[in-house]
């Protein structure tokens, strides 16, 4: 067997760092939506259900949990929004409403999409939401006001050393309908 040639030696270098390359893309490309099946799994990371739950059917009435609400508008969104509520003392499963207002403070019509996150990130999978204005895109006319509300609840399997909850919600903003089409 004949040794390979310096130039033979060359190419197979580059096509060993192509390969390498694409590979690190497909990973880097699969890691976003595996780290959200992770964190969907364990809970950590403060990432809640995307999904409307049923309520508790049970109240622990002898324990009582804080429940602090936060907004935060993503850089260049010209919206106002922010809670009704800071904070409020529940029961855990008892069911509880707090409303969020929104205004589009934009010369024209845009639609903001809140994203939820929950600290501490073990308490995340405990904070219930039945219904909530994060499920769906919220469209706002120029200058429209919005109250956008929030059902939840506190399971009452919640750990017994988590006394407080907060509930940060970033707002983004979305495409519209048609420009989401043609992406």
Not at 14 to 43: E, H, N, Q, R
Request: hydrophobic share 40%.
């Amino acid at each position: 067997m004949k040794p390979a040639s310096a130039e033979q030696r060359k190419r197979r270098s580059i096509w060993s760092l192509v390969g390498l390359a694409l590979g690190m893309f497909g990973f880097a490309f699969a890691l976003v939506p595996l780290y959200d099946v992770f964190c969907d799994i364990t809970g950590i990371n403060g990432k809640t259900a995307s999904t409307p739950t049923a309520a508790s059917e049970r109240i622990d009435t002898s324990r009582q949990v804080t429940v602090e609400f936060v907004s935060y508008i993503n850089p260049g969104v010209q919206w106002t929004f922010e809670p009704e509520v800071r904070r409020m003392i529940v029961h855990p499963g008892q069911t509880q409403t707090v409303n969020y207002a929104a205004r589009n403070l934009a010369q024209e019509a845009s639609i903001g999409q809140a994203v939820p996150s929950v600290s501490p990130g073990q308490g995340a999978q405990y904070l219930n939401k039945i219904e909530c204005f994060c499920f769906n895109r919220q469209p706002l006319a120029a200058g429209e006001s919005a109250r956008l509300p929030l059902v939840f609840y506190v399971d009452p399997a919640l750990p017994a050393d988590i006394h407080t909850l907060t509930l940060a919600y970033t707002l983004f903003q979305a495409p519209s309908s048609e420009t989401a089409q043609t992406q």
